[in-house]
């Protein structure tokens, strides 16, 4: 296949139905996108596997849903309302805007800008590189941008009180760790988990769905006692590179990249990258955060945050390993290392989106062989099914065309009800990688399909 670019990857999200620019008939709206009926389906199934593996099937994890509007003071405590931005240089040429440390890491390889000051920046900027989109050398000097989204609540005017969209989930589980750990009965190490939405307002969003101002994250919070952080943070990023292995992603697209510049709160942080079309890339976050965050709201909330140890009755404030990854983003990995074009034993091609059943957002297609003879007993078979998985019902041109579109949007299973079905009440079933089809029993199907598309 032609290397997949981010044009032609919005092309196809947009031609299939799974991501449309946001706001279209308007003539757009900057980075902002809407799932389409198959971007719905693949997003709620990323979530699904993310709860099933790290929610359900950990004894001591949670989840809980807070709101996107909290008490300012949560982002006072946490220090986003003083040092929340990003480093904005601008063209004064051409008047384009730049995040400066991404200007530099673009530019050259050879240095960090992590480990610089905003003047250091600059002046590299000023003396090195040229505006990359006008070619000029004339920038502006460094400015801090503000990447909270403020709105306001209140009626009267001089009474409104100045609130914030969140820009990341984590901190209502931090202020509700004691709710989680007194309601739940559990003791120290156990783990909050959100998934729900974050805005930001980004001096550079773009390339897709990589960076929007609006974005949904999946994070998990593990408090335990200090001293157990290291392993945690260990055992962290070994379970986040897994789950992505697991559901499919190539191996040789993901690696660990350590901060080089650690914020002074954490003690280690790591990202799993991902080689997207524009290059390798922050995918997944893996951070401890050591006691920073429950330190902090004990601090402002006036409420003492720390746990009682009952069998050694020792009193600390928990340590908090975070993974956080942006949903969106993890869609965009997806996508990306599963579209292929494949070329067949006839010398034709077919466009084929090999996800794991278990993200695929049809897990099966009924198809009639020929609509007038077939149709009645498909629909038939597709409200049984429906009952147990995802299905999509195709009875629209050739039999061929049909199995490529379904190849396309990554339906992993085909079922056709032709004359055998009406006389036997067996459907042959087509394996999208494959393309083998076997014949089964109309009953014996839904058991065949939830094992093959389990996760
Ligand atoms: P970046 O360096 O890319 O700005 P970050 O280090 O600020 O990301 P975190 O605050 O650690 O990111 O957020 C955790 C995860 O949330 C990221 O790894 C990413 O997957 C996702 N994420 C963060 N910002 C955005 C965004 N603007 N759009 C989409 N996803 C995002």
Known sequence: ???LTMEKLTNYCKQYGFIYPGSEIYGGFANTWDYGPLGSRLINNIKDCWRKRFVAQRRNSYEIDCGILMNPKVWEASGHTKSFSDPQVDCKECKKRYRADKLISNFTTDINPDLMTYEEMGKFINENIPCPNCGKRNFTDIREFDLMFKTYRGTVNDQKLEIYLRPETCQGEYINFQNVLRSQR?????????????FRNEVTPGNFLFRTIEFEQ??????CK?????????????ESMKFLTDLGINKNNLRFKDHDKLVFYASAATDIQYLYPTGWDE????HNRTNYDLTQHSKFSGKDLSYRDPET???YIPYILETAVGVGRLMLAFLIDALQEEQLEDKTTREVLKLHPALAPFKVAILPLIKKVHSEKAKEIYEKYSNYFMCTFDEAS????????????GTPYCITIDDNTLKNNTVTIRDRDTMKQITMDIDKVPYY????TLF
Do not use: C, H
């Open 398 to 409: 050739t039999i061929g065309k049909r199995y490529r579109r379904q190849d396309a949007i």
């Open 283 to 286: 995918l997944w976050g893996i």
């Open 449 to 452: 399909i939830i094992e093959k």
């Open 226 to 238: 200090p001293g157990n952080d290291e392993e945690i943070f260990n055992y962290n990023k070994k």
């Open 313 to 315: 009755n020792e009193k």
């Open 1 to 3: 296949m032609e290397k």
């Open 218 to 223: 999946m994070e998990l919070q593990t408090f």
């Open 186 to 198: 559990e003791k120290l190490p156990f783990t909050i988990a959100q998934v729900g939405k974050s």
